[in-house]
């Protein structure tokens, strides 16, 4: 059987769909390097002394750090604009490139050329091809990936970020001996390796089927589904594939739009476009007001000012045993993700961070350096929570939430919004910490606090489920008239004729796919020809949106 199917690189079947994720981590695993590398230079001495402007100015110090942030708002917000048009392989190898060229420039800052000026642009074009990886990454996974391993593959996507950030910490450690230009210039330029990986592998892999389909690629998305499952060129599992897919298209109310207008993601009805894109959104904002990278990139700072006064070596090299309990811990949800299910792990992370930061902030009131040693506590069991839980989970549930016709879209949305609060607190947290303390903590215990209604009452489970079933889920909900959460309780798990039945069932579309027109292709490939569509957006014209 898997003799005779396609191969990309020489590879087919679960070795292909093994370098897919492979290179899919790679971009994921320098999110996180990148994202952690600024926390051990920027307090340094010599970074300080080659860009004078920041020294002992925490405002500075924020911008130079948060600048990135920008960048990478700006990457997700090109997806959003051009990402259906695209297409996943190419935005990723320009995201990569875009990465690497932002990399060159930072480590090519010298004095007296104006160092800061150009820093600053290098933070911002590197962020710029991570705000197009990190919106991309997630979709093409998923979209690539089976129902049984979707979650898992997209945790280690997201959980990986933390190994990302334990590799920066270290090699900042460890440059922190050498000269000074090797302080800060080395582990800047490390990343680079990252996106020579992904840029050079992209050029290889297969395109997203789905994406393929969605642009009336038939034999090439075909040729795609046989290679990632190693079926057979025309089987008939191939073939059902193909047709479950179009089926969502179709439902889609979108059919035949190669770039879907962003006026789509806010459609109601029975597709729910924008009650969905809120959804996986908001997963993104809770991530990021939840005050993880307030540890994140300032935990050395944080353990410098209030726990181990005036010791950096030390403050630097906690951070660097922070990161590696946050990497532990960011393995987790790869072993539960599937069992245990989304909503159950987005609640026990919200209330492992709460009480982490009540432990922290209560530990810092005495003001006392024995009380402080307490609060490190706090700041340890804190990245624990978040990286088995909300590290990865905000990276899954907008991949996995949002239709096909939307999902390039909705998702760069939620990336876009996961990057402009992580501007926010970023900014914000050293001026914070500067101006009321131990306060900072209270307030990101109270924030977490509030999660938990949020997410009880409105994130339905998605675990075991087929990215087309998902569909399913809203259509009931909007039909029947009941809370999507206990629409996605009462729905049991369908196979594939059963979600086509299904979305027949709720009006989704007319007529299965199968029993459509086809024509051959010039390789007897099976070509889909137009569909009857039944659209939930009627000659350009849109539902009232009904939530």
């Known amino acids: 059987m898997a003799s005779t199917a396609p191969s990309f690189m020489g590879l087919r079947g679960r070795p292909l769909s093994l370098a897919v994720s492979t290179v899919a981590t790679t971009g994921f695993l320098l999110f996180g390097y990148d994202q952690g590398v600024m926390s051990g230079i920027i307090g340094s001495a010599p970074f300080a002394n080659a860009f004078v402007e920041i020294k002992d100015n925490a405002t500075m110090q924020g911008l130079v750090t948060a600048i990135y942030e920008i960048g990478c708002l700006i990457g997700a917000m090109f997806i959003l604009g051009v990402g259906d048009l695209l297409g996943r392989r190419k935005a990723m190898m320009i995201g990569g490139f875009i990465m690497i060229l932002g990399a060159t420039i930072q480590v090519t800052a010298f004095p007296n050329h104006a160092p800061l000026a150009q820093f600053i642009i290098g933070r911002v074009v590197t962020g710029v091809g991570n705000g197009i990886n990190t919106s991309t990454i997630p979709t093409y996974q998923a979209e690539c990936s089976k129902t049984s391993n979707r979650g898992l593959l997209i945790c280690i996507e997201g959980g990986i970020i933390a190994f990302g950030t334990v590799i920066a910490y270290w090699i900042d450690y460890g440059a922190s001996y050498g000269s000074a230009d090797l302080t800060w210039r080395f582990p800047i330029a490390f990343q680079i390796i990252f996106g020579f990986v992904v840029c050079v592998s992209m050029i290889f892999l297969p395109e997203s089927p789905r994406w393929l389909l969605t642009h009336e690629r038939y034999e090439d998305a075909e040729r795609v589904i046989s290679a990632l499952r190693g079926y057979e ?23 035949g739009q190669k770039s879907t207008p962003v006026k789509a993601l806010l459609t109601g009805g029975k597709t729910q476009h924008l009650r969905r894109m809120l959804l996986g959104s908001s997963s993104q904002l809770l991530q990021q007001i939840g005050g993880c990278n307030a540890i994140i990139y300032f935990f050395p700072v944080l353990f410098e000012k209030s726990i181990t006064p005036g010791d950096h070596d030390m403050a630097l090299l906690m951070g660097g045993v922070n990161m590696i309990v946050y990497a532990i811990f960011a393995t987790t949800s790869w072993f539960i993700i599937e069992r245990v299910g989304r909503r159950k792990l987005f609640l026990w992370g919200t209330v492992g961070q709460c009480l982490s930061m009540v ?49 390039a879209k909705a998702n760069a949305v939620s990336t876009c ?131």
């Not at 599992?237 to 109310?253: F, K, M, P, W, Y």
């Not at 051959?520 to 569909?531: I, M, R, T």
């Open 233 to 255: 060129l025309g089987s008939e599992e191939t073939h059902l594939e193909r047709d479950i897919i179009l089926d969502s298209i179709r439902a889609s109310g979108l059919p």
């Open 417 to 547: 919004t996961n990057w402009l609060f992580n501007f926010l607190i970023v900014m914000v947290t050293p001026i914070m910490v500067a101006n009321i303390s131990w306060g900072t903590y209270l307030f990101f215990a109270v924030v977490n606090a509030c999660f938990l209604p949020i997410i009880w009452f409105f994130y339905p489970e998605t675990a075991k489920r087929s990215l087309e079933e998902i569909d399913i889920i809203f259509a009931k909900g909007y039909v029947e008239k009941m809370s999507y959460v206990r629409a996605a309780e009462e729905l049991p798990l369908l196979t594939v004729e059963q979600v086509e039945q299904e979305a027949l069932k709720y009006g989704l579309i007319d007529t299965a796919a199968r029993g459509a027109a086809h024509a051959a292709g010039p390789a007897g490939v099976v070509h889909e020809k137009a569909l009857s569509e039944k659209s939930e957006v009627d000659t350009g014209s849109h539902e009232e949106i009904e939530n």
């Open 359 to 407: 432990l922290t902030f209560a530990c810092l009131i005495p003001g006392t350096q024995s009380a402080a040693k307490g609060a490190a506590v706090g700041l340890f069991t804190y990245m624990a929570s978040f990286g088995a839980t909300w590290l990865p989970l905000p990276w899954l549930y907008p991949a996995e939430i949002n239709p096909i016709k939307t999902r």
